[in-house]
């Protein structure tokens, strides 16, 4: 679309729009009537094992948002490989796999097998998993775990952009930004859910099967903003390496604020669940910006506001 491409890693882009990990299940059809607008289309987390996911419920409505705790329900690699990917050739845009896992070494399994696979145009490492081997904490929490993750995983996947997504559940996100970019990450992906709880106060029970779940949605939209005007002004602009922001957003203006402050692309996930034609109305918004400001590509707006 005019004025949208642009680059993330090696991959070309014909928007800055990304579908957001998990958000779209393994159901493709809003990726489909998305297509003109989207520039890459990412895939739930897989594991390299099945995994049945967390016991109902696992959505809770809250009043800017919703939480979830799915627990990464999915096929496994085997039947991803057999049975997803060749859906995702129909797509028609450029895929970026998500991969999790309990152990550096599932992580590292997923990658290899993918990192054949030419439909796959890069790697998105969910961190947001507790390490079994680390007596549970998550991968993305821990800055020597997280570099060690992605090194032992970039000397694997030969050739694919390496993606880390990172969660805000931490004390100083860009310490842990800086710990994936030293392992060798292509590219961040900012912000994963933030950790939260809520309870049915008719049953006084926990609103999810979980307990706790992930919030998303037009409520943390802030601290997505600061999260990636925190790691593009920390390491990310000085070592050229590409930020996806996501994390709230339902319209343009919002997509252009994690823009302007340093993100080179924009996800959306919760936001698809009230408009289904979200993508629509983000491409088009931000190109009547580039009007309206007399800028010729968006590429112009990256870190403008700071
Ligand atoms: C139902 C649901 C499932 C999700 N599953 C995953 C997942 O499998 N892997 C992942 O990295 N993120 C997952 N996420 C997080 C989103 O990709 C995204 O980081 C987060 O929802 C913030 O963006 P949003 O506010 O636009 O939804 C999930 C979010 C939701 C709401």
């Not at 949208?4 to 059809?29: F, I, M, N």
């Not at 998993?129 to 060690?148: A, M, Q, R, Y």
Request: proline content about 5%.
């Amino acid at each position: 679309m005019e004025g949208l491409e642009t680059q993330l890693g090696s991959l070309r882009l014909k928007t800055p729009l990304l579908s957001a990990s998990g958000v779209y299940g393994l159901d493709y059809e809003t990726i489909i009537s998305s297509r003109p607008y989207l520039g890459a289309a990412v895939t739930k987390s897989v594991t390299l094992h099945p995994r049945q996911g967390n016991p109902e419920p696992r959505i809770a409505e809250t009043r800017a948002g919703m939480l979830n705790a799915i627990g990464l329900q999915n096929p496994g690699i085997a039947v991803f490989v057999a049975e997803e990917i060749p859906k995702l050739r129909t797509l028609e845009v450029p895929v970026i796999a998500s991969i999790a896992g309990e152990e550096i070494d599932e992580y590292v399994q997923c990658a290899e097998i993918l990192s054949t696979r030419e439909e796959i145009h890069a790697i998105e490492l969910n961190v947001s998993c507790p390490n079994v081997e680390k007596g549970g904490i998550e991968f993305g929490c821990d800055e020597s775990v997280l570099e060690d993750l992605v090194v032992r995983v970039r000397k694997v996947a030969l050739g694919k952009t390496l993606i880390v997504k990172l969660t805000p559940n931490v004390t100083d996100i860009a310490a842990i930004a800086q710990a994936a970019i030293r392992g060798g990450a292509n590219a961040l992906c900012v912000i994963n859910t933030l950790r939260g709880m809520a309870i049915d106060v008719e049953t006084q029970k926990p609103a999810l099967g979980n307990r706790i779940g992930g919030l998303s949605g037009i409520g943390i939209h802030p601290v997505a903003v600061y999260a990636v005007y925190k790691c593009y002004t920390t390491c990310c602009k000085k070592n050229n390496i590409p930020i996806i922001g996501l994390g709230g957003v339902t319209s343009a203006a919002e997509a252009l604020e994690l823009i302007l402050a340093g993100a080179t692309c924009v996800g959306i996930g919760t936001a698809m669940f009230r408009e289904p034609n979200v993508f629509e109305t983000v491409a088009k918004g931000m190109q009547q910006y580039l009007q309206k400001h007399g800028a010729k590509s968006i590429r112009e707006l990256i870190g403008k506001a700071v």
